[in-house]
């Protein structure tokens, strides 16, 4: 679970947290109109509403443009 209060540390230390047990996807949907997209192998890529957010090998068929999450 993410906290308003969390720092962008805390935030990364958190999802790299959920890798080690496991986890092979993150996505962490921010107020500023962004998607950080975290893969296991643990890189970070952000998006952008002008950009798709898919599912990677984890959803093959997920795709959303990420202007959707914010209506």
Excluded: C, H
Excluded at 3 to 30: C, H, M, P, R
Excluded at 45 to 57: A, P, S
């Amino acid at each position: 679970m993410i906290s308003l209060s969390d720092t962008a540390t805390e935030l990364s230390n958190k999802v790299l947290t959920y890798f080690d047990t496991g986890v092979q996807l993150g996505w962490v949907i921010e107020r500023r109109r962004t998607v950080t997209v975290w893969t296991s192998d643990r890189t970070a890529r952000v998006l952008t509403e002008t950009n798709d957010l898919d599912g990677g090998d984890v959803l093959p068929d997920f795709r959303l443009p990420v202007a959707e999450i914010f209506l």
